[in-house]
């Protein structure tokens, strides 16, 4: 039977501020930092927002694309495109599982699976996770050939001040992959981080620009996990009047590059173990941490943030796929300078010594490199 984890409030999520701790960084002190940093968050409830996106009809057009979506893809992978749902997530954010008793039919309503329920945190201040490289590419596939359960994501971005999608922002996106490495950083407990290739990696990174109903749709695997933090996906913003595209494919700003929203999204921990279960995942040596231990995760949640993405099995288990969605609530006319880990220029990688562990915020002058002699001019390689 096909399954569909849901989130207790569909969207969420203004995971602002310090965005977490990673390989090379101390967990207990990013835990600290993101403590002081949820004091100064002015929080908003946007389930007003949620009546008003039905009246303008734009929740009627979520379920139709994510229904759509679903579809599409259960025929592309040669799965059963009216196979049964259960319905789920109709507890609390942390319970292991969400899974209901609610059985639903092939002709159960789209709207009783697909709809959602908007509840976010606005933060007037924030700065880009961990691990950010700016300079990837425009792009929605972003697998690059790694290994995993395929991830297919549906991210709806709202005003939290007009209660309004959000179009034509261009969205970052990066994780890490099965077995907890990043691309495109080389760092203590990044995988071997001997390896200087890594720099040049761009798995599981890339950039969308929101349509006009305010979504951008990736397509990658579903995230591992490295010791000290559960599983999650960083996002970024950025501010549509500053945000040009260059011609290789890259956004403007390699080196001033301006965020409008950073935030981290998770999944509930009964998905996490069914995919752990697959390799190369089940591989991975590093401890796992699960979401009741995140103590990042326990203070977005007693904020009253709940950063979950609603999901749904593409086939009879997690190896066939999984199509998941979330709507973020951000505040667009908010506009905060980041600080990479690295640029990815046409000569490759570049690390940022200012970066500060990856986490950024440090500032500092951009590297000498090659072909880094403007953010406009330097870019991506072609082969990327």
């Known amino acids: 039977m096909v399954r569909l984890a849901s989130s207790l409030l569909a969207g969420v999520v203004g995971l602002a501020s310090m965005a977490s701790a990673h390989p090379g960084h101390n967990v207990k002190a990013e835990a600290a930092e993101r403590a002081a940093a949820l004091n100064n968050l002015h929080s908003r409830s946007l389930s007003g927002c949620a009546t008003n ?33 259960l319905k789920a997530r109709d507890d609390a954010p942390l319970n292991i599982t969400h899974h209901s008793s609610f059985d639903a039919t092939p002709s159960t309503d789209p709207s009783v699976l697909f709809a959602s329920n908007a509840s976010c945190i606005l933060a007037e201040d924030v700065t880009q996770g961990p691990y950010y490289v700016s300079g990837e590419l425009i792009r929605s596939n972003l697998v690059d050939g790694q290994e995993g359960v395929p991830l297919f994501l549906d991210i709806q971005l709202v005003d939290t001040n007009t209660c309004e999608p959000v179009p034509e922002v261009y969205l970052d996106f990066w994780h890490c992959n099965a077995t907890g490495v990043y691309s495109g950083v080389t760092a203590s407990g990044n995988g071997d981080s001997s390896d200087e290739s890594n720099l040049n990696a761009t798995f599981l990174r890339g950039l969308q620009k929101t349509d006009k109903d305010g979504v951008a749709q990736f397509e990658s695997i579903f995230p591992g996990h490295y010791t000290g933090r559960a599983t999650h996906i960083h996002v970024l913003s950025h501010p549509a009047n500053e945000t040009t595209v260059n011609k290789n494919d890259t956004i403007s700003g390699l080196y001033t590059s301006s965020s409008s929203h950073v935030g981290q999204i998770f999944f509930d921990q009964d998905l996490i173990t069914e995919v752990e279960k697959n390799a190369p995942y089940s591989t991975n040596t590093q401890e796992l941490t699960e979401n009741s231990d995140d103590d990042i995760l326990l203070q977005e949640l007693d904020s009253n943030i709940d950063p979950f993405m609603e999901y749904v099995y593409l086939g009879d288990s997690a190896a066939d796929g999984i199509f998941a969605w979330i709507s973020v609530g951000i505040d667009p006319t908010v506009d905060t300078s980041v600080t990479p880990a690295a640029y990815y220029t046409h000569d490759g990688g570049v690390e940022n010594e200012n970066s500060g562990m990856g986490m950024g915020g440090g500032g500092g002058a951009p590297p000498s490199a090659p072909g880094s002699a403007s953010s406009s001019s330097a870019s991506p390689s072609a082969s990327a």
Do not use: D
């Not at 039905?54 to 495109?81: F, I, M, P, S």
């Open 53 to 85: 996106l039905r009246a303008r009809g734009h929740e009627q057009g979520n379920v139709a694309r994510r229904n759509r979506a679903v579809q599409n893809l259960r025929r592309k992978r040669g799965l059963e495109t009216r196979a049964p749902f």
